[in-house]
């Protein structure tokens, strides 16, 4: 009897060992699940510190996953698919720095790359690709932001809300592969 | 029998147009005839520039054979009357040249094999964004496709390569003198390729292209008498590393590839990324985006994407591993294994086993909180 008892609990914590998922973690179909995205769009070595804390607060207020997208601008000479290795070396320091902070704050986040031959030409592929909730741009070309032009164009043409900041004495401080840089006061 | 030996290959690198690849070429072969040597000019482009062609003219110089293509007349290297001619050492010009339509070669620098094998010395000149392995790179850099290229191996076979630097600051001097192009064509150069920018970039390019090529001969152990069987492509490839990156369509495939390609500039190696996918198994959408997003990637980094199909990823990734002589293998993190699935070896364990001699690499996802913090 006693043997049965045994087998009978060794089936039991199989079954369960099986089911239950490890270290206590929420089956993932019950997690609960990013509902919304907020596109982050940069342009060059650094995106501004204003525009990454104005992403991280709304992705935590929304549960909202960030996606920082690096925009590449493609030489008229080159073919739209052409590999750009050398303007990549920066903009994946950004981005893994991006990661980094957004993450380190419980905020996920998902990046993205897109070539265009004008920084608006690639935004307008990646908005053709994929939908967003929100987008949160600088409009500050000098720390990675965008210019006024294509500022003005997502306006028109983005179909989600945009969130523009205006530039700003505090754009000094940016977030770049290096991190955060600039004065922190 | 006699066995004909292969000729001394002898290239001389520039950075850019101007930068006295020819001059230079010309020089060394001058010292040769004084030494006593049999030269001749298979073929030189002078582009009209006064030193270089006075400079010619006292070399013995075998008439180039006109070739009609399309209407047009084009000169091009006489190749049968240099073989017949057989001088010791012979001068080509402009390796990456493509020949006119109808002739023995596509390309100069095939013609230049049969010289080699026929015992003739060659000396041959060339700029570094010819470089097949560069061309994308230099385009990129220098916003000028170069359509003429030859393949690296060329470069990797000579026995010689010298790197005829300038510095960008004296190129444009000798531009605005006039001694690269004619007066008219100045302007148009100085607005197009020569900015210093692309000249400091070119010259930076030149310089790690012949430290590279010095470095994997010295490693694969060549010597100055051995030729092109001592120093075949694969030597490269003995030598350095090979980065496999391990991927899924899933979003924190993305981080993974950042850190693999940051670990391939560094070793300056090649990388690939795999995908083993489950035989006919059925994408979901998200998977979809997903992998759309790493092309996206992969293409812009200048990696390769490669998908597979096996019912055993850990068997198909050691098959493809070994074809691409891979080092390093870069995987993320696995998932706990739940239930009966943790009876299971562990893939990174896998391949250690059937991969002996490859890294392999687990990169942590950040989207992993600590234990405390999900308590």
């Known amino acids: 009897m006693i043997a049965v008892w045994i087998i009978a609990g060794i089936l039991v914590g199989s079954l369960l060992g099986y089911w239950l998922p490890p270290h206590g973690h929420l089956p993932r179909r019950d997690r609960p699940r990013p509902v919304r995205s907020i596109l982050v769009p940069f342009s060059g070595e650094s995106i501004s510190r204003r525009a990454f804390d104005a992403a991280v607060r709304l992705a935590?207020?929304?549960?909202?996953?960030?996606?920082?997208?690096?925009?590449?601008?493609?030489?008229?000479?080159?073919?739209?698919?052409?590999?750009?290795?050398?303007?990549?070396?920066?903009?994946?320091?950004?981005?893994?720095?991006?990661?980094?902070?957004?993450v380190s704050q419980g905020v996920q986040v998902e990046s993205r790359v897109m070539r265009g031959r004008a920084y608006r030409h690639a935004l307008q592929r990646l908005l053709e690709e994929e939908s967003f909730d929100r987008i949160i741009v600088s409009a500050d070309d000098v720390h990675g932001g965008l210019k006024t032009d294509d500022v003005n164009w997502l306006l028109a043409k983005a179909p989600t809300e945009v969130l523009v900041l205006r530039p700003a004495p505090e754009d000094e401080r940016r977030v770049s592969a290096e991190g955060f840089v600039g004065k922190t006061s | 029998m006699e066995v004909l030996r292969r000729g001394h290959y002898k290239v001389f690198l520039g950075m850019a147009?101007?930068?006295?690849?020819?001059?230079?070429?010309?020089?060394?072969?001058?010292?040769?005839?004084?030494?006593?040597?049999?030269?001749?000019?298979?073929?030189?482009?002078?582009?009209?520039?006064?030193?270089?062609?006075?400079?010619?003219?006292?070399?013995?110089?075998?008439?180039?054979?006109?070739?009609?293509?399309?209407?047009?007349?084009?000169?091009?290297?006489?190749?049968?009357?240099?073989?017949?001619?057989a001088p010791e050492l012979c001068l080509v010009d402009e390796l990456a040249h493509t020949n006119a339509t109808g002739l023995e070669h596509k390309k100069r620098y095939e013609d230049i094999e049969d010289i080699l094998n026929a015992g003739i010395d060659v000396f041959s000149t060339v700029?570094?964004?010819?470089?097949?392995?560069?061309?994308?790179?230099?385009?990129?850099?220098?916003?000028?496709?170069?359509?003429?290229?030859?393949?690296?191996?060329?470069?990797?076979?000579?026995?010689?390569?010298?790197?005829?630097?300038?510095?960008?600051?004296?190129?444009?001097?000798?531009?605005?003198?006039?001694?690269?192009?004619?007066?008219?064509?100045?302007?148009?150069?100085?607005?197009?390729?020569?900015?210093?920018?692309?000249?400091?970039?070119?010259?930076?390019?030149?310089?790690?292209?012949?430290?590279?090529?010095?470095?994997?001969?010295?490693?694969?152990?060549?010597?100055?008498?051995?030729?092109?069987?001592?120093?075949?492509?694969?030597?490269?490839?003995?030598?350095?590393?090979?980065?496999?990156?391990?991927?899924?369509?899933?979003?924190?495939?993305?981080?993974?590839?950042?850190?693999?390609?940051?670990?391939?500039?560094?070793?300056?190696?090649?990388?690939?990324?795999?995908?083993?996918?489950?035989?006919?198994?059925?994408?979901?959408?998200?998977?979809?985006?997903?992998?759309?997003?790493?092309?996206?990637?992969?293409?812009?980094?200048?990696?390769?994407?490669?998908?597979?199909?096996?019912?055993?990823?850990?068997?198909?990734?050691?098959?493809?591993?070994?074809?691409?002589?891979?080092?390093?293998?870069?995987?993320?993190?696995?998932?706990?294994?739940?239930g009966l699935a943790r009876l299971k070896t562990p893939l990174a364990l896998r391949l250690a086993e059937s991969l002996p001699g490859v890294d392999v690499r687990l990169v942590s996802s950040r989207s992993q909180k600590p234990k405390e913090e999900q308590a």
């Not at chain 1, 997208?69 to 720095?97: D, H, K, N, Q, Y």
């Not at chain 2, 630097?165 to 150069?189: K, Q, S, V, W």
Request: charged residues 25%; negative net charge; contains cysteine.
């Open chain 1, 60 to 102: 935590k207020a929304e549960n909202a996953v960030i996606i920082p997208a690096f925009l590449i601008i493609v030489p008229s000479e080159l073919s739209l698919e052409a590999a750009l290795p050398t303007r990549c070396t920066e903009g994946m320091g950004v981005l893994e720095a991006i990661e980094q902070r957004a």
């Open chain 2, 127 to 338: 700029n570094v964004q010819h470089l097949e392995s560069l061309n994308d790179s230099i385009a990129e850099l220098s916003g000028v496709r170069v359509r003429e290229t030859f393949p690296d191996e060329v470069l990797q076979k000579a026995d010689e390569v010298v790197l005829v630097d300038i510095t960008p600051e004296a190129l444009l001097d000798r531009l605005r003198a006039g001694n690269i192009y004619p007066h008219d064509r100045i302007a148009a150069a100085l607005n197009n390729f020569f900015k210093i920018e692309n000249l400091t970039a070119l010259r930076e390019v030149a310089l790690r292209q012949l430290a590279e090529n010095v470095d994997i001969k010295r490693l694969s152990g060549h010597v100055v008498r051995q030729r092109d069987e001592n120093v075949s492509s694969e030597s490269a490839q003995a030598v350095g590393e090979h980065l496999l990156a391990l991927i899924e369509p899933q979003p924190n495939a993305q981080r993974l590839i950042r850190r693999a390609w940051r670990s391939s500039q560094r070793l300056a190696a090649p990388l690939d990324l795999l995908w083993v996918r489950p035989p006919h198994g059925k994408m979901s959408d998200e998977q979809e985006h997903a992998l759309t997003n790493l092309r996206e990637l992969a293409g812009v980094l200048g990696v390769k994407l490669i998908v597979e199909e096996a019912d055993d990823p850990a068997a198909k990734i050691a098959e493809v591993a070994r074809e691409l002589g891979t080092t390093y293998i870069l995987m993320n993190k696995p998932q706990p294994l739940r």
């Open chain 2, 17 to 85: 147009p101007g930068s006295g690849k020819t001059y230079r070429m010309l020089a060394e072969a001058y010292a040769a005839r004084q030494a006593g040597r049999d030269v001749a000019i298979g073929l030189i482009e002078t582009h009209g520039r006064p030193d270089t062609e006075s400079f010619a003219e006292g070399f013995e110089l075998i008439p180039r054979r006109s070739v009609e293509h399309r209407g047009v007349t084009l000169m091009e290297m006489d190749l049968p009357e240099v073989l017949r001619r």
